[in-house]
């Protein structure tokens, strides 16, 4: 199923994602050795235990990045031309291995291109929710739609 085209969204719209996903240890490590972060409160269950959170927490960029992903298939597939930037990202409370996370967006603007009249600029707020209802990630992100092709509906 196709994501929204730019006309598709309205500013002000919502949307609750259905698709959840529970970030195991094992790709909390895996995410770290790809992007050769060696930072221990990610990966060292001794060293995390000495820490305020008591154990490791998932990197904050694989938190974002599954958040973003739980917005593919109902926002974006096949209808992104590219992200464009990520604002204002903060981590109000961490993920910890074994959450389940959820994700929520928001339309907070959109525009023609001026460049590409068969494009449109839309900013969204993405926030994601351990299943505790706690917020893990909130971000905004700027993302360039494709228009609806002509002649469809």
Same mark, same amino acid.
Do not use: W
């Given at each position: 199923?196709? #994501? !929204?085209?730019?006309?598709? /969204?309205?500013?002000? +719209?919502?949307?609750?994602? %259905? ?5 195991? @240890? ?12 060696? @930072? =221990? ?12 959170? #008591? ?14 992903? /739980? &917005?593919? +298939? ?9 992200? /464009? ?8 409370? =961490?993920?910890? =291995?074994?959450? &389940?996370?959820? %994700?929520?967006?928001?339309? /907070?603007?959109?525009? +023609? &291109?001026?460049? !590409? ?22 971000? +905004? ?13």
């Amino acid at each position: 199923m196709p #994501g !929204k085209y730019y006309e598709e /969204l309205s500013v002000g +719209e919502r949307m609750t994602h %259905a698709a959840r996903h529970t970030i195991s @240890q094992e790709e909390n490590r895996a995410f770290c050795e790809m992007t050769h972060n060696t @930072q =221990p409160l990610h990966l060292d269950e001794v060293f995390a235990a000495q820490t305020p959170f #008591g154990r490791p927490i998932v990197n904050g960029l694989l938190t974002l990045g599954v958040v973003v992903g /739980l &917005s593919v +298939e109902d926002l974006t597939a096949g209808t992104i031309v590219a992200n /464009l930037g990520y604002d204002n990202v903060q981590h109000p409370t =961490p993920a910890f =291995p074994g959450d &389940s996370i959820r %994700a929520e967006t928001e339309v /907070l603007d959109k525009r +023609e &291109s001026k460049s !590409k009249p068969d494009r449109g600029i839309v900013r969204l707020r993405q926030t994601g929710f351990n299943q505790k209802d706690e917020v893990v990630v909130d971000l +905004e992100r700027t993302v360039m739609f494709l228009k609806k092709p002509r002649g469809a509906q």
